[in-house]
């Protein structure tokens, strides 16, 4: 069963407009939390990360917004920008900041179109 | 320049053939992590160490093998035993609390 999920699968968002990714969890131990940004044939870069004890933390173009009691996280991009497209994977850790592994979502594939 | 060495990029083998994939890391970090991932779907944890000369099992470790003998090296062979090995592997490491940081993959093709 997933314990975290992304149900969307890809989406199209013009260049300069917010781009809004979002992800459901279940596992109400789940208190770390992260999206990671890949290119085909590469491996996941960190993009941002936020802990439950916050509701929001932003770096530059990037912001995460955490609602614990919905179990849900977005993260948003503004504005976006043509090398923004990839596949964004979210993913949540219990404790430790992930030291035991992550649970990733299945990914949203990000469409930035000029 | 400081990162996760992971070779081959590509690799074959025949079924029933165990399979060595290789992990390399100079960044000094403690915690090594081995996920898989299939097409359409997130990563899934298969091992992990926080420690050398100690590793544990994640949520799909059936089939598979690792050893942490040195810091900078996490080795995962994939053993006939795996029943559906084709996939692509990353690795990955971390210090602390700190965000974990992924090679580019082995694509491992079974034929």
């Not at chain 1, 960190?46 to 849900?72: C, M, P, Q, W, Y």
């Amino acid at each position: 069963d997933q314990q975290v999920k992304q149900n969307s699968p890809s989406l199209s968002v013009q260049e300069g407009r917010i781009s809004i990714l979002n992800c459901d969890y279940t596992n109400s131990m789940f208190d770390y939390f992260l999206w990671y940004k890949k290119y085909p044939a590469e491996g996941p870069t960190f993009l941002i990360s936020i802990s439950s004890i916050k509701d929001k933390n932003e770096d530059g173009r990037f912001t995460v917004f955490l609602n614990k009691s919905a179990k849900h996280l977005s993260l948003h991009i503004v504005p976006s920008q043509p090398g923004d497209s990839a596949v964004y994977f979210c993913a949540a850790s219990v404790g430790g900041g992930g030291a035991d592994g992550l649970t990733f979502g299945k990914g949203t594939h990000l469409i930035i179109q000029p | 320049d400081g990162g996760i060495t992971q070779s081959p990029k590509y690799l074959f083998r025949k079924e029933g053939q165990n399979v060595t994939l290789s992990c390399e890391q100079n960044l000094n970090h403690d915690a090594m992590y081995w996920y898989r991932q299939d097409p359409g779907q997130g990563l899934r944890l298969i091992y992990y160490s926080q420690i050398v000369n100690d590793f544990q099992k994640g949520d799909i470790a059936e089939g598979y093998s690792v050893s942490r003998e040195k810091k900078e090296s996490f080795p995962l062979t994939v053993t006939s035993a795996q029943k559906n090995p084709t996939a692509f592997y990353l690795c990955a490491s971390s210090q602390g609390s700190q965000p974990q940081h992924f090679g580019d993959g082995t694509r491992l093709s079974i034929l």
